[in-house]
């Protein structure tokens, strides 16, 4: 049976705390936090339903998209008209290798526009976009 004395028990301690504060002293310090966002400028897109569109007006920002979902109508069987295709383009609903995406609306530039949405045998709707430049 080892026998432990007050004095070895101490020398121990001292020599565990000596090297614990030697490792701590050889840690790498964690990097200073960056002041920009993670992703950078992205900015989240806004989704709208088509039945919802009721002449609102929507504040956007230079390259925001919007995502607009017709809820079973077919995208073939609306008519979108844009007062300044300078401002804001339309894409319309695609299919394309196993994947969806809804039809949209992208901000190209400053200023604002109206968006018609014609679907037969209802009256238009219309969606105001002012397009901010961040």
Known sequence: MAKFTLRKVAV?????SVATFGLSACATPAPEPTQSAIGGD????????YQDIDGQTLELVVGQVVNINYGGINDGEIEVAISDKKVVEYSAASYEDDTQFSAGLLALSGGESTVTFTFAGEEPKVLNIQVLLK
């Open 42 to 49: 992205i900015v989240a897109p806004i989704e709208i339903n």
């Open 12 to 16: 121990v301690a001292a020599i565990a």
